[in-house]
């Protein structure tokens, strides 16, 4: 693991006085980045539905969907919608299932 050190400097201005900060800030580079597992549709939807039941109040969640997100300029991902909520509140368990999604979007990308 290697750093950098770049300075970083602020001023601020209270009137007539300024006053400037001087810090310096490290830069780390940790190395190559990981490559993300491709992972079929069913088995991504396998997880995501044992962890989202495992999140407060979403027991009861029976199904989610996956889809493929193609975005501009970037790299294909995909999104998760929760399709059947069972008796958990939909605003809770979208919240839960879009946590469950950023964690793990930098894992796993979509087989096609």
């Not at 059947?84 to 793990?104: C, F, K, M, T, V």
Request: net charge negative.
């Amino acid at each position: 693991m290697a750093f950098e050190e770049r300075p970083l400097s602020m001023s601020v201005n209270l009137g007539n006085p300024t006053v400037t900060y001087v810090r310096r800030e490290r830069a780390f580079d940790f190395g190559p980045t990981m490559e993300k597992q491709p992972i079929p549709r069913a088995s991504l939807a396998s997880e995501i539905l044992d962890l989202l039941r495992c999140e407060p109040g979403c027991a009861d969640v029976r199904e989610v969907s996956i889809s493929q997100v193609h975005v501009v300029g970037e790299e294909t991902t995909w999104h998760v919608t929760v399709v059947d909520y069972g008796e958990a509140a939909q605003s809770i368990a979208d919240h839960a299932a879009h946590r469950i999604q950023e964690r793990l979007s930098t894992k796993y990308s979509l087989l096609n």
